[in-house]
């Protein structure tokens, strides 16, 4: 959760970032399985750090690997038609759009001589309607349901440094079992590839099998940003297990890049971001700018953003690792609907 105030001004400052960690079990494949335990959780996020909720705009999301579609649409628009029906009857006679159990939206991408270049986005209508019921039935008002991937892109785009704004940048997306590559092309999105591997439950599976440690111990090292430490094992020893765990990420990017490299005519990313929980993985981006000649670096998203003391002081001194999970909620967040 992350709690921006948007100013009379256009300024945008961070008054809040908070997490709730859920036990096993409560999500599971991003269909909500134990409604009780999220809604206390959500009640706890909720009175932390909202005084004033009735004058609050809340925007949730929803998970990308929930089974998302997106896809680049050019529509011919006849002289005096409904442009928003057009565009939507026209994705809807296109698979995957064909979907009738899925609910579709859009954004203009550019209009010129009546034809409209889009950006289409599909998503299954029981899953939508779930999270939707779960916030009405917990007595808080959600006015967008969004995605956690447009929600990570928004964060780039109202961060990047100016010189920097015109790239075609990768922002690769660890989270804790999924993992996915977000293209973003001089500030907008261009596509997004789910990848197989390249999850921080590939590198602590690879770590707990080679090494005998716990995934808990695991986490709890990545989390502070720490290299991993285990009795009986030198620091060369954890240090190789770690390679051989980076080196699965590397694949799942180098997978992602040719994805990418076949829509662009042999052309791939001058910049790989890092984000997610893997983002703080000690040591995986200098693995991939050796591995890949990419520079690779985190997100960081709050670094150009004006923030309240605070923020930094409720996350203490996990904050830059935590930083990058935070990136969807900001990105979210310093939108006005």
């Avoid at 005084?51 to 050019?74: C, F, H, K, M, T």
């Avoid at 989270?175 to 977000?182: D, I």
């Amino acid at each position: 959760m992350v709690r921006v105030a948007h100013g009379h001004d256009a300024s945008r400052r961070v008054l809040n970032a908070d997490i709730e960690r859920l036990p096993q079990g409560v999500i599971v494949d991003s269909m909500i399985q134990d409604q009780e335990q999220l809604r206390e959780a959500l009640t706890r996020l909720i009175v932390r750090n909202f005084i004033d909720l009735p004058s609050a705009e809340i925007v949730a999301s929803v998970n990308w690997a929930s089974g998302i579609l997106i896809d680049r649409l050019s529509v011919k628009i006849p002289k005096n038609a409904d442009e928003d029906a057009t565009i939507i009857q026209t994705a809807q006679t296109r698979p995957p759009f064909d979907d009738q159990d899925s609910v579709l939206d859009y954004q203009v991408l550019s209009r010129t001589d009546g034809e409209v270049k889009t950006l289409v986005v599909a998503a299954k209508s029981v899953m939508l309607e779930s999270w939707a019921r779960f916030f009405h039935s917990a007595n808080y008002p959600v006015q967008v349901l969004d995605v956690d991937i447009f929600g990570l892109a928004n964060a780039y785009v109202a961060t990047v440094p100016d010189d920097n704004a015109d790239q075609t940048v990768a922002l690769f997306n660890i989270g804790s079992k999924k993992a996915n590559m977000v293209f973003m092309a001089g500030s907008a999105l261009h596509s997004v590839c789910a990848l197989a591997n390249g999850s921080v439950e590939s590198v602590v599976n690879m770590l707990t099998r080679h090494l005998g440690v716990t995934s808990e111990k695991c986490h709890e090292a990545f989390e502070k940003g720490e290299m991993l430490v285990v009795d009986g094992f030198s620091e060369t020893d954890v240090e190789s297990a770690m390679l051989l765990a980076f080196e699965e990420v590397v694949s799942s990017i180098e997978y992602g890049f040719r994805y990418f490299s076949t829509a662009e005519s042999g052309e791939k990313p001058v910049k790989i971001l890092l984000a997610g929980g893997g983002a703080s993985l000690p040591g995986l981006a200098a693995y991939i700018t050796e591995r890949t000649g990419v520079e690779t670096d985190t997100v960081s998203p709050f670094k150009r953003i004006a923030c309240d003391p605070q923020v930094f002081a409720q996350a203490g001194e996990n904050f830059e690792s935590l930083s990058n999970i935070y990136a969807p909620a900001l990105g979210l967040a310093l939108r006005k609907f």
